[in-house]
């Protein structure tokens, strides 16, 4: 069994996509828009949204996936935020961690600077520009 994220972007989950593919090298293995769905299914509550919207989409960042999407509709129209939980990056070498922590910092916000710990090689969190938290550590 695995835990596989998935993070819902209100309305710019396709520019988080194209940020992860340039920033991290994840891979999309698939995206559906809310135009693919078929019309039965849009009848039933996927209508009112933007028909070149995301859906569904699931990335490859090295072993794992991470799937998101821009939201179902929602009753209450709450603002998506990201809070509560932070995506961790396990990197191989501190090289590689100092690489994809700027990368994902970029237009973001540090909060903890990439560094040596008393637990890791490296360490650092941030949030990226779109809100999400990250933690990059290399063991």
């Not at 090295?62 to 179902?72: E, F, K, N, P, Y």
């Not at 910092?105 to 600077?113: F, L």
């Not at 008393?118 to 990059?136: E, H, I, Q, R, Y």
């Amino acid at each position: 069994m695995q835990i596989q994220p998935y993070l819902f972007f209100d309305g710019c989950c396709q520019q988080a996509v194209d940020f992860y593919v340039q920033q991290l090298g994840a891979e999309v293995e698939m995206t559906m828009r809310y135009k693919d769905m078929p019309e039965e299914a849009k009848q039933q509550g996927g209508a009112e949204m933007d028909p070149e919207s995301i859906m569904h989409t699931c990335l490859r960042i090295g072993d794992s996936r991470l799937m998101a999407s821009d939201g179902c509709p929602q009753e209450d129209d709450a603002a998506v935020t990201h809070k509560g939980y932070s995506l961790s990056l396990n990197p191989d070498d501190v090289e590689q961690g100092r690489e994809l922590f700027h990368k994902l910092a970029q237009d973001g916000n540090i909060t903890m600077p990439y560094q040596p710990t008393f637990w890791a090689k490296g360490f650092g969190m941030l949030t990226d520009k779109f809100g999400v938290n990250w933690m990059v550590n290399v063991e």
